[in-house]
């Protein structure tokens, strides 16, 4: 079975840009959530999609969004990017529905604002 | 709210030494609690995990359990090898929070032959 795949793999982009990323999970996984990970902030959560519809939200500014599609895969957005923006952005999926169900992470795209 | 609290790294041993990572957690309901281990240049992947008081979770000579009363679950391995470089991440999710994970901030391991 595939893992979970995150495309591209590293990004670079200027203040004020936008960009998508995007998350392939495994297959059969309804659940796709997306973290921000910093050296100095670490691990945060962004958002987590089930069937097509957001069921959870970290404390991100509305310029970062997300969305998923029917075949599971899901992308998200940041707008107006800002240098603070700079990260490695992880997906991971799971079959979802219950708190306890394995994460499956995918390698992360890297994201370099200049 | 939920938190993770992790012991501060960075953690240098010699091979075959004993490793013990703590990690203390605040939550206001039922969490589930796991560890997760990155390689460098990889993503995350679960070690082990634990979903009620009391219980083991263990893989590959890693072991972590669940402590309700001291709101623990501190990873432990008998004989560190060279291989088990890496940066180890507890997390917690609570049973209404769907996949929503909470990540500690890390503890970098770094074994020596």
């Known amino acids: 079975k595939a893992g979970v795949t995150q495309t591209p793999r590293y990004l670079i982009k200027t203040r004020g840009q936008q960009v998508t990323l995007s998350c392939s999970p495994i297959?059969?996984?309804?659940?796709v959530s997306w973290y921000q990970q910093t050296p100095g902030q670490g691990l945060q959560f962004l958002f987590e999609y089930f069937s097509e519809t957001q069921r959870n939200k970290g404390n991100f500014p509305g310029r970062f969004s997300g969305r998923q599609f029917s075949n599971s895969r899901s992308e998200m957005n940041v707008s107006t990017l800002e240098l603070g923006d700079s990260a490695l952005y992880l997906c991971a999926s799971s079959t979802g529905g219950d708190s306890d169900n394995e994460q499956f992470f995918g390698p992360g795209t890297r994201l370099t604002v200049l | 709210g939920n938190s993770v609290t992790q012991m501060e790294g960075p953690v240098t041993l010699s091979e075959e030494a004993f490793l013990t990572i703590n990690c203390t957690y605040t939550?206001?309901?039922?969490?589930?609690l796991f560890w997760y281990v990155q390689y460098p240049g990889e993503g995350l992947q679960l070690l082990l995990k634990?979903?009620?008081?009391?219980d083991k979770g263990s893989n590959k000579g890693f072991e972590a359990t669940y402590r309700k009363e001291t709101t623990s679950f501190h990873l432990e391995k008998g004989s560190v090898q060279v291989s088990d470089s890496a940066v180890y991440f507890c997390a917690l999710s609570d049973y209404n929070q769907g996949g929503k994970l909470i990540f500690g901030q890390g503890t970098e391991l770094s074994v020596k032959p």
């Open positions: 297959s059969g996984h309804r659940s």
């Open positions: 634990a979903t009620k008081a009391d």
């Open positions: 939550a206001t309901g039922y969490p589930s």
